[in-house]
T-cell receptor
Framework: GQQLNQSPQSMFIQEGEDVSMNCTSSSIFNTWLWYKQDPGEGPVLLIALYKAGELTSNGRLTAQFGITRKDSFLNISASIPSDVGIYFCAGRFNAGNNRKLIWGLGTSLAVNP | KAGVTQTPRYLIKTRGQQVTLSCSPISGHRSVSWYQQTPGQGLQFLFEYFSETQRNKGNFPGRFSGRQFSNSRSEMNVSTLELGDSALYLC?????????????FGPGTRLLVL
């Protein structure tokens, strides 16, 4: 099925470092969502973006909806050990009954204390 | 408000058997989506139900089916299980946040087919 190009695939960083990951699509979207998944659990919504150019923060997390509507990035500042997990982006273009979310393959984040 | 609940959390079946998984959405949510998650494949969309009707469908064989009840609870069924059906099956319910829809996931059902 259709998927987003999410990068990097994995990251290993030191505690306190900043992290950046992004997703790109060949199609335009009008919704971008960022999720985090811990082992053995379902993804948890971090940030939702609904307008091109929108920049939204949630604590140490900041995400932006690209102006072209084909990309989005997520930044994590001053990483801590509990940031470990897999981060997924998802996008949607709502058109009639076409409401499926398209998913990236995830960015696996490891934080060295 | 209680979150999305899925039962059972873990399940072991053998090839050829069938399985039914259950999902209860967040109260007030009318849309339920199902996903299959396997390592390296990310989240693969199975289907979405809204008001007891299937509204969207992914590219899975007919062995995968679902339904939604009048109270928005949903079930998915996999018949004639294959080894490749081993995966984490996630259910997500959708509601409106500020007029826009976002999906909230349950903890998943981990299915192992032997």
């Amino acid at each position: 099925g259709q998927q987003l190009n999410q990068s990097p695939q994995s990251m290993f960083i030191q505690e306190g470092e900043d992290v950046s990951m992004n997703c790109t699509s060949s199609s335009i979207f009008n919704t971008w969502l960022w999720y985090k998944q811990d082992p053995g659990e379902g993804p948890v919504l971090l940030i939702a973006l609904y307008k091109a150019g929108e920049l939204t923060s949630n604590g140490r997390l900041t995400a932006q909806f690209g102006i072209t509507r084909k990309d989005s990035f997520l930044n994590i500042s001053a990483s801590i050990p509990s940031d470990v997990g897999i981060y997924f982006c998802a996008g949607r273009f709502n058109a009639g009954n076409n409401r499926k979310l398209i998913w990236g393959l995830g960015t696996s984040l490891a934080v060295n204390p | 408000k209680a979150g999305v609940t899925q039962t059972p959390r873990y399940l072991i079946k053998t090839r050829g058997q069938q399985v039914t998984l259950s999902c209860s959405p967040i109260s007030g949510h009318r849309s339920v989506s199902w996903y299959q998650q396997t390592p390296g494949q990310g989240l693969q969309f199975l289907f979405e139900y809204f008001s007891e009707t299937q509204r969207n469908k992914g590219n899975f064989p007919g062995r995968f089916s679902g339904r939604q009840f009048s109270n928005s609870r949903s079930e998915m069924n996999v018949s004639t299980l294959e080894l490749g059906d081993s995966a984490l099956y996630l259910c997500a319910s959708s509601g409106s946040a500020g007029g826009m829809e976002t999906q909230y996931f349950g903890p998943g059902t981990r299915l192992l087919v032997l």
